[in-house]
């Protein structure tokens, strides 16, 4: 069975389920699950039930795909996304991406943990992300490029849509938030970066570093999709301000930010 047959068999088992339009997807990262307790589900799959999907294997991850109402659209969300680190490949962590694009989404919301690079950021703040950096080892793109998948050499200069994070910037102001905003890193973890790496980091353009969205966003736009991202500042990689850190605190720093990331994607959701 190839990939594009893996992707329509997941499109297909959904679709028994739920066939109405889907238009608009969010993928929930590390911390973040409390923006899922603002969806009315309509229908919840586990991950090991639908066909091809991978496992989550981290342990603030759900591993739950949900169709469900919220802020007045009915949207699909990953409750746990998928990482290289977890030893999957570039396919597997984008498949749900793929299957999304085969389902008819065209506008995806990303969400993530990361640890912020700018001298600016404090643990709990939001940052909306104008454009991405990939240093990951693999292209979310490499191999065979069926026409269904977009096209073979996609466009990347504007990999998160103008229109939507000028709405997400009137937005933040109009709710009196103080918001961030710059250049997401995406690295293969799942070790935390050294002093050094976060110097280079910062001195390449990077705002933020985290393990995750890149390939996403990546896939995202090769299959047409308007992409929004967000994130949560749960950790400073700021030289002076860098410790020793634990996953508790990590999503001790997203329960901070978490509020205001659902105003946000809330008030997005009904501008759409």
Known sequence: MTYLDQVNEAKNF??????????????????LGQIGDEIEVIHEFSYDDIPHFPISTVESHHGKLIVGRWAGKVVLAMKGRFHYYEGYSM????????????LGVKTLLVSNACGGLDPAHEVGDVMLIQDQIDL??????????????????????????????????????????????GVYAGVQGPNLETKAEYAYLRKIGADAVGMSTVPEVMVANQMGMRVFGISAITDLGVAGKIKKLTLEEVLAGAEIASPKMVQIIRGLLSSL
Not at 14 to 31: F, H, N, Q, V
Request: no cysteine.
């Open 14 to 31: 959904l679709l028994k389920t739920y066939s109405e339009p889907l238009e608009t997807a969010i993928i929930l990262g590390t911390g």
């Open 91 to 102: 396919r597997e962590v984008t498949f749900p991406i793929r299957v999304m694009g085969f």
């Open 136 to 181: 990951f080892p693999e292209n979310a793109l490499r191999g065979k490029n069926p026409p269904e998948f977009g096209p073979r050499f996609p466009d990347m200069s504007e990999p998160f849509s103008l229109d939507l994070l000028e709405s997400a910037r009137s937005l933040s102001k109009e709710l009196g938030l103080k918001v961030h905003e």
